[in-house]
């Protein structure tokens, strides 16, 4: 049975196990389930575990870890573990370091641990960067050493991944070792490759993204035939799962699959073309699809590979652990393949791309003996003993196609929404005749560890338990005598898997019933297996309501405004949930769980109701799963507050409409003011503003723009001023603004004029020109008046183009009065806005000083 390499975890974890907090509202417990549990303390700072090792006659367990093995007595874990350093030379740290890898990546981090047959360990590690293996003696629990007292070592290069982080499996079969890594210090080089044995039969993959596309290898499984299951005399065969970029899709983003890869046992590659190559290597798509709704599943994580019936190796199924590339949330689903589906496929049609126009087509014809067949009795009758002696047709063809046509499909037995598994095992409920009755034991993200029974095609919940700090993911469960050991790459636990007596209450007894358990005498007890109308819900309507099955008891849970809040509802079967809540559009169901943003409408009862699994021919059983109440933590303090704070900001609005509506009279009396100069006949001769003196207070424009009578005092106009030689133009604030309803937007003027000034080396300085009034408002009369007389430039083009022969003098006698008489009215609304309190200021401003920026 393989055992699939997941990658460790940082040391950094060391900082996060101590400090983890999680609040939960519900959830399956463990209940009185025994969990022995080795935490970090026991292992004195050994950390990052990563690879598990079970020697299954003495129980004994071996633990790669970083810079350490580690042997743990499953049997009596009371005993301290024995331990082996094996790390890398200061110097040889110093010098991946100086190559770009981080300190924490520079250590040897053992990625593979594997029997032989010697009574001794084959021990592999990253070291830093530098692959490296090892001979452990298992007698003495010592490394080998060489003559020179260290350590003995040998390349560990193609079998063992040269990055801790890097996906990486091995086997061992028949004592030689085949494994799938990279084989380059980039990590841009992948190989499924016979590693050790003789060095004329160490052959690989050919480095052809046909063969291998950015692959992410996950688990890997030897299947040896026995003679008796065996006529044919067919080759052994060793099967490789990854996750790899496909070719055959052409989209607009890289579309992952799910693999099978298979080779043959006795495969040396051949004569001529494939040379050092495997010239068995075929390969399918595995499909994990829920067809009624479309979905899936195209990530693989996990693999774990069981037999249903002992000793017969056809019974061979694989239990994949599949998530989606295209979901943004965490999701799991389960599917399992068999061996007998894998194999039809590999015999099946194969797949080529037609270069002409860029279509997948079978390619025919297959030539004689079929490429990647694995030697067999017939084969060797025809002469075929080895592969070196396939004719080069036969190797080009497979050389060319090593993807096949058909894909291996099966549907999810288990989906789970917002929760991300990292290990899968399985134990087996029924005998050899019974094989669709098994238990799934799923490691989490979070350390928790759950357990799921599949009675044909039906999943059922029992537990969950929490064995780490959530920030420990499992990554290794290992079954032996009924126990589960999990690891975590901090921690040890062992668990007891197996056995109708672990479940505690008639609820998860009832759930059990497929598996042949039931509720007697106040205890779960192993029974006969359910007949056809013995099913899980009628164990279920059996337990007492003392159960609270359906009845949970009420929460109440006081709230804050504005918090956003997820009520959980524990779903037991695949059935859909419902919410019955206050009517308001506040919430959102995600799957069975709730979001709800509490508001003052949002507050009250919540209760979630989930149907019960059932036969297809009887309607479904509701069962509440959940209730809550959401109170307000001073619903009377948060509404006063509102409320004022609503006044207030009422009431500043209203002033400031107030202002805007006088504001807006003394506007209308300076325009009829205006209006009746004009009929008393006094015209407007040709004056300063028509000289070039006149025109630096003019806009740069050519042609002045007259301002309408709502945008007089709101818009900005530019002016010129010279400094340093230089004339500039500028642009002042605006003076006010009298926009939207009443103005409320406010009315403001700072008087700032910012000026760019070349020569000054920066280009930039701001001029500030603060004066003060007691209302704490001034307007520089001189400004407005150049702003009103600006929409009157064409009525003194009229004028001067008539030719009268006035004085220039009377017409400076005119501007002056005119200029008086708007001074008096701006006195005027300055001393009438001064009397509202919002413009008073509680003391004279500050003389502002020229600065740079």
């Known amino acids: 049975m393989s055992r699939t390499r997941i990658t460790p975890v940082g040391a950094m974890l060391w900082l996060l196990c101590g400090a983890t907090w999680a609040a939960t509202l519900g959830g399956l417990e463990g209940g009185n389930i025994r969990k022995d549990i080795l935490d970090p303390k026991r292992f004195g700072g050994v950390a990052n575990f990563s690879t598990f090792l079970l020697d299954r006659s003495s129980g004994m367990l071996f633990l790669g870890a970083r810079d350490a093995i580690l042997s743990v007595d499953t049997n009596n874990l009371d005993k301290p573990p024995l331990n082996i ?100 210090f980039l990590g841009t080089l992948f190989d499924i490759s016979r590693a050790t044995g003789l060095e004329q039969e160490r052959i690989r993959t050919e480095r052809s993204i046909n063969w291998l596309s950015d692959p992410e290898f996950v688990s890997s499984a030897f299947i040896q035939q026995s003679a008796d299951s065996n006529p044919t005399g067919d080759d052994d065969k060793i099967y490789f799962f990854f996750t790899e970029v496909a070719k055959e899709y052409d989209l607009y983003t890289k579309v992952k699959v799910p693999r099978v890869a298979r080779v043959c046992k006795s495969d040396v590659g051949g004569m001529k073309t494939l040379q050092r190559r495997w010239t068995t290597f075929l390969k399918a798509q595995l499909v994990c699809e829920d067809k009624p709704s479309g979905q899936r599943y195209n990530i693989l994580t996990d693999v774990f590979t069981m037999q249903h019936t002992q000793g017969d190796p056809s019974s061979t199924h694989f239990y994949g652990l599949f998530t989606s590339q295209w979901e943004h949330e965490e999701l799991s689903a389960v599917c399992v393949f068999s061996l007998s589906d894998i194999n039809k496929v590999m015999d099946g049609p194969f797949k080529e791309l037609k270069k002409t126009c860029e279509n997948w087509i079978n390619p025919e014809p297959i030539p004689t003996p079929r490429p990647g067949q694995c030697l067999n009795n017939a084969l060797k009758a025809e002469g075929f003993e080895s592969s070196l002696k396939l004719p080069d047709k036969v190797l080009t063809f497979v050389r060319d196609h090593p993807l096949m046509e058909n894909s291996v499909t099966a549907a999810p037995l288990l989906v789970r929404k917002r929760i991300r598994y990292t290990k899968l095992a399985v134990t087996q409920a029924g005998s050899g005749e019974e094989p669709t009755r098994a238990v799934l034991h799923l490691g989490t993200d979070r350390g928790e560890l759950h357990q799921v029974a599949v009675v044909g095609q039906n999943a059922t919940l029992l537990r969950e338990m929490s064995l780490f700090t959530a920030q420990e993911p499992v990554n290794n469960i290992l079954l032996h005598k009924g126990q589960a050991l999990v690891g975590s790459p901090l921690s040890l636990a062992r668990v007891q898997a197996e056995g109708c007596a672990l479940y505690p209450n008639c609820e998860v007894c009832a759930r059990a019933r497929g598996l042949g358990c039931v509720w007697k005498e106040d205890a779960c007890r192993v029974t006969a297996k359910p007949g056809p109308g013995d099913t899980v819900e009628d164990a279920l309507m059996k337990c007492d309501t003392k159960d609270e099955r359906c009845h949970p008891s009420p929460r109440e849970l006081k709230v804050s405004m504005g918090l956003h809040l997820l009520l959980p509802c524990v779903q037991l079967s695949p059935r859909p949930c419902s919410w019955e809540h206050p009517p308001h559009r506040h919430t959102r169901q995600h799957h069975s769980n709730l979001e709800v943003t509490v508001t003052e409408e949002t507050l009250g009862k919540y209760i979630c109701t989930c149907q019960e699994v059932g036969p297809a021919n009887r309607d479904p059983v509701p069962c509440r799963r959940g209730i809550y109440h959401l109170t307000g933590e001073d619903p009377s303090l948060g509404g006063t507050v509102a409320r004022a704070g609503s006044r207030h900001v009422l009431a500043i609005y209203i002033l400031v409409f107030v202002a805007g509506l006088v504001f807006g009279v003394f506007f209308l009396y300076f325009i009829t003011r205006r209006h009746s100069i004009r009929r008393q006949g006094h015209h407007l001769p040709d004056n300063s503003l028509s000289s070039e003196k006149g025109r630096d207070l003019l806009g740069s424009s050519a042609t002045p723009q007259s301002p309408s009578s709502a945008s007089l005092l709101s818009e900005g106009f530019r002016l010129t001023e010279k400094r340093n030689g230089t004339e500039t133009s500028t642009t002042t604030a605006t003076l006010f603004s009298n926009q939207g309803n009443g103005g409320h937007h406010g009315n403001s003027y700072t008087g700032n004029l910012i000026h ?25 009369s001189e400004i407005l008046a150049a702003d009103m007389l600006d929409g009157r430039t064409g009525e003194r083009e009229r004028v001067r183009s008539e030719g009268g022969g006035r004085e220039s003098g009377e017409g400076n006698e005119v501007d002056e009065g005119l200029q008086d008489g708007l001074a008096e009215g701006i006195k005027g609304l300055e001393e009438e806005l001064a009397s509202f309190p919002m413009f008073k200021s509680p003391a004279p401003l500050a003389k502002c000083e020229e600065s740079s920026i």
């Open 85 to 184: 350093t094996w790390d890398v030379p200061e110097e040889k740290r110093r010098s991946c370091v100086a190559k770009g890898k981080t300190e924490v990546d520079c250590h040897n981090y053992i990625r593979l641990l594997e029997f032989l047959e010697e009574g001794s360990i084959y021990v592999c590690g990253t070291y830093a960067f530098d692959p490296q293996c090892a001979f452990l003696e298992l007698s003495t629990f010592t490394l080998k050493k060489a003559k020179d007292g260290g350590v003995q070592m040998e390349t560990g290069k193609g079998k063992c991944p040269f990055e801790p982080s890097q996906h990486y499996t091995a086997v061992m079969a028949g004592g030689i070792l085949y494994t799938a890594a990279t084989s380059n």
């Open 756 to 780: 760019s000034n070349p020569s000054n080396g920066h280009g930039n300085s701001l001029y500030s020109n603060c004066n003060t009034s007691s209302s704490g408002m001034k307007f520089s």
